[in-house]
Structure formats: structure tokens, C-alpha cells
């Protein structure tokens, strides 16, 4: 199933964390994007991203950058308010603490303002190349639709495929499954009709689908 998602997913438009690394592997600007990606459509975080990163794309630059400054240019994402806030106090401990280095340690990481696993393990795998495995909403849903993990939540759910799932697939999981779950494997009314995995995939939790 990995082999055939890995072989269908370039059809489609890379996410905007995997357009950034493309561009250029840093983990600061990993960290940063995520964290305007939650709640926020990919569209939306890759505008604002690109915003961003224009007046400051370093902690030492960003720091010194007014809140407000920084919510004009992140708006419209999600809790644009409270991001711009974390962000701010992100970059003032990056640089007090760590010099400007943004760290590679997981509990290190979720120590940051605002910073969940889901941020944590992607600053960890494509900010550094490092193992990890980050559970999003649709990586969460297509694992239980595939009847792979029995889980009610992302955080459970990266447990579970911590466990199970084999170390080859762990930072490729999220891009494969985000695009995917994007652009076909869709929350409501799935796109089975389309989908290459039919004979494999239960569909468990599916009521409705095209």
C-alpha cells in the first residue's frame, strides 16, 4: 500500500513543508511553517509562510520584529493572534537558550510555546533527517480506515506506529498520507472510486463514498 501511495502522490501539488525543505532543509523555518499550518489550510499556510519568511527567516531577525508585524503577515491562519505571540517567544528562547539553534530533541521541542508532537516530530524528520513519525489528522484517519491502528487519538495513534509500523516508513508517512488524505482519501465521501488501494482498504468508518 506504502509502494503504491509513494508511486500516485507525485500526481499532486507537494505540501507546502515538503516545497520548503525542497528549497532548503532548516529547521527553524520547519518549525515556524508548522506551526502556522495547524488549523490552517495548506494554501493559507503557504502564503503566510512565504510572508513571513520575507521580513525574517532566522530567530535572531524574527525576535526583534513587533507582534503586531508578525500577525499582519501570518493573517489569515488559524489563532493568527496567539501564533504570532508563540512565534515571537520561540525565537526569544531559540536565541537566549540555544544560540539560535533550533533544537533536535523531541521533550526539548514540546518545551516551545505552542509546540505539540505533531510540530515536534516534523521538525525532527524534515527539519533534521532524524526518525520520527508525525500523526496529523489525516494520517490519524486513513491508519484507522485501513484497519492498521484501532486509535482514538493523533497522539495514540503515533504510539501505535511507533510500535508497528516498519522504521523505513516513518518520515515519509506524514507527506505521503497528508497528500494523499489532500487530495483523495478525503474525511467525508472519499474518493474510493479513484483509489488504488480498493482491494486492500476496508473503508472502515466509511458511510459514504465516490
Not at 50 to 72: C, I, Q, S, W, Y
Not at 191 to 197: E, P, Y
Request: with cysteine.
Amino acid at each position: 500500500m506504502m509502494a503504491i501511495i509513494t508511486a500516485e502522490v507525485p500526481q499532486w501539488q507537494a505540501t507546502t513543508l515538503a516545497q520548503l525543505v525542497e528549497e532548503k532543509r532548516d529547521a527553524f523555518r520547519v518549525l515556524i511553517a508548522t506551526l502556522l499550518s495547524l488549523r490552517t489550510q495548506d494554501k493559507t499556510t503557504h502564503e503566510a509562510s512565504g510572508r513571513l519568511f520575507l521580513l525574517a527567516d532566522t530567530p535572531e531577525v524574527m525576535v526583534d520584529l513587533p507582534v503586531a508585524v508578525v500577525e499582519k503577515a501570518i493573517y489569515p491562519v488559524g489563532f493568527y493572534t496567539t501564533k504570532a505571540k508563540n512565534i515571537i517567544s520561540i525565537c526569544r528562547i531559540l536565541v537566549d537558550e540555544y544560540d539560535g539553534r533550533t533544537p533536535d530533541d523531541l521533550d526539548e521541542l514540546l518545551a516551545l510555546p505552542g509546540v505539540g508532537r505533531k510540530t515536534a516530530n516534523l521538525v525532527i524528520t524534515l527539519g533534521f533527517d532524524k526518525p520520527g513519525i508525525c500523526v496529523d489528522t489525516h494520517v490519524h484517519r486513513i491508519a484507522n480506515r485501513w484497519g492498521y491502528v484501532a486509535t482514538k487519538t493523533p497522539d495514540e495513534t503515533e504510539l501505535v506506529l511507533r510500535d508497528k509500523l516498519p522504521a523505513e516508513f516513518w518520515i515519509p508517512i506524514n507527506d505521503l498520507l497528508v497528500t494523499y488524505g489532500q487530495n483523495l482519501c478525503k474525511p467525508i465521501s472519499p474518493f474510493c472510486s479513484k483509489c488504488r488501494l480498493t482491494s486492500y482498504c476496508p473503508r472502515l468508518g466509511v458511510e459514504k463514498h465516490r
